[in-house]
């Protein structure tokens, strides 16, 4: 298992073509180590791999044997030179209605393609104030991570992202996130006899970075808006990385 910590941009539907050439204009000469995963919008990976830096998709098809007008497989992805793919972003489970059964079966299509799957799961407010939140977690990552092997286990990388935090400027306090990744890292252990890698997204920004960066069991960031901006970006990593 990788110990550098991983650093990983959701651009989500953010950015214009002009400010995707800004980005990259700002992270040029950067050397950027593949430690540092940037997703953009499916329409622009083919720029950010031109330039050799580590891609995410944000989305994949569960299958990639049909006629799916739209999608992109894992297959296609891999082929392309994709590393890492999101999967059960709370986005997608809102507004596409994707649940833990679909997601289970997206995990299985991107092992199977050698993507590291970055499994988002976490509470809503209204889960977190009825103290639900590790009835939710463990629910989760059993739904998700059905049929999975300890050996596939190891490559997965968990993102825990309170789904109330997510572009709101509200953070949990750092014992919250201290406490709830341990939950789920003693429950992966418990479950797969493995460690597992987890992430902390949620609001992350040049502000709370340094704070955030001193929580020990934490093994790097999903950053969305924060990763629109290349200097904003720039400023997080280097936080990161040197601290
Ligand atoms: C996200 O969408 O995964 C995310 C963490 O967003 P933001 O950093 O904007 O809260």
């Known amino acids: 298992m990788e110990n550098k910590k991983i650093i990983i941009g959701n651009q989500k539907m953010y950015m214009s073509i002009g400010e995707v050439s800004e980005f990259l204009k700002g992270i040029t000469g950067k050397n950027l180590g593949s430690n540092i995963v940037i997703c953009p919008s499916s329409i622009y990976i083919p720029y950010f791999l031109k330039h050799r830096y580590c891609v995410g998709i944000q989305n994949i098809s569960f299958d990639d044997k049909r006629q799916y007008t739209g999608e992109i497989s894992a297959k296609q992805a891999s ?4 590393k ?5 972003h709370s986005e997608r489970r809102l507004y596409f209605n994707e649940d833990n059964e679909l997601i289970n079966k997206k995990v299985i299509a991107l092992l199977q393609n050698n993507i590291i799957p970055i499994l988002c799961i976490g509470e ?16 989760d990552i ?10 596939d286990l190891e490559k997965i990388i968990i993102a825990y992202e309170p789904i109330w935090a997510i572009g709101t400027n509200r953070i949990p306090t750092m014992s919250e996130i201290k406490s709830n990744v341990n939950y789920i890292k003693d429950l992966i252990n418990k479950i797969f006899k493995k460690d597992v890698r987890v992430v902390y997204g949620g609001s992350v920004n040049s502000n709370n970075i340094n704070k955030l960066n001193k929580i020990d069991n934490l093994d790097g960031f999903l950053i969305g808006g924060s990763s629109t901006k290349s200097e904003e970006f720039l400023k997080i990593i280097e936080v990161v990385v040197n601290q």
Do not use: F, P, Q
């Open 79 to 82: 082929d392309t030179g994709i």
């Open 84 to 88: 890492y793919a999101l999967v059960g």
């Open 124 to 139: 809503t407010i209204e889960e977190k104030n009825l103290l639900k939140t590790n009835r939710v977690l463990k629910n």
């Open 142 to 151: 059993v739904s998700c991570l059905k049929n999975i092997s300890s050996d």
